[in-house]
């Protein structure tokens, strides 16, 4: 069975036996919490994070009946983690594939940081954290509604009380994309913040850009592109610097 395959049978919510042969105090019995493209979140009892682990690239994987090895990549036959999982029978069968041998429906996703602030339905003292989205969950893309769904949805499964989890309890103030780098939201990410707004920066001056300085002090803000109109540069050096 090929991994693609392997990861359409689990879903959101199955048992799943944990052993790390790396650090066995982080073995144990979870909870599947979210299927990602790029990697599986698992929930131990009592935590209030879920676990994220990346899905193992080409050849540092095996599988074996319900279990997915993640083996060492210049030792196949040496096993670093083991998760199996709790699936029903009819779910063994090996899902079908497109004529190019590229699993239907399979598509690359985009991770997308948010900066949300939000308050629990009923009380006035507001937080603000971030939450990654995958576009893989939006079945519809670009949906703001859809998008705050899926953000109310999952501050309730992180922070509300068993019994309380209801994505209608959590109230949304504020939605703001942070960025979608790659490989993930916020690792070399290449936009910053000036006086909470949003500036892509560059290292250099380079042919067909302009750059915006601070109004406020002799720093760089970023860069734009000049082919934009110089109408549209002025009221944007204007108001903001560079957004």
């Not at 993640?70 to 594939?97: I, L």
Request: proline share 6%; charged share 25%.
């Amino acid at each position: 069975m090929s991994l693609a395959a392997f990861k359409r049978r689990i879903k959101v919510g199955q048992r799943v036996i944990v052993i790390n042969f790396m650090h066995p105090t982080l073995s144990g019995e979870r909870t599947v919490h979210q299927v990602q493209s790029r990697a599986l979140k698992t929930m131990a009892e009592g935590a209030r994070d879920p676990w994220s682990v990346p899905w193992p690239a080409a050849g540092e994987w095996r599988i074996e009946g319900d279990t997915l090895h993640w083996v060492d990549s210049e030792n196949p036959d040496k096993v670093n983690v083991s998760y199996t999982f709790r699936f029903d029978t009819a779910e063994q069968a090996e899902p079908e594939t497109t004529a190019d041998g590229d699993p239907e429906g399979e598509q690359e996703s985009l991770l997308t940081s948010y900066r949300v602030t939000w308050a629990r339905k009923g009380q006035e003292q507001s937080r603000t954290e971030t939450c990654i989205v995958d576009s893989n969950d939006m079945t519809r893309p670009g949906d703001p509604e859809q998008l705050r769904a899926l953000l109310r949805k999952m501050l309730a499964v992180r922070h509300l009380p068993i019994g309380q989890v209801v994505p209608d309890n959590i109230v949304l103030q504020d939605v703001v994309p942070v960025c979608n780098c790659d490989p993930y939201p916020g690792q070399d990410c290449a936009w910053a913040e000036h006086k909470g707004e949003r500036f892509h920066l560059e290292t250099s001056t380079r042919p067909g850009y302009e750059v915006i300085a601070d109004r406020h002090g002799d720093d760089v803000l970023g860069t734009v592109r000049n082919t934009l109109s110089v109408e549209f540069l002025a009221l944007v050096r204007e108001k903001y610097g560079h957004q």
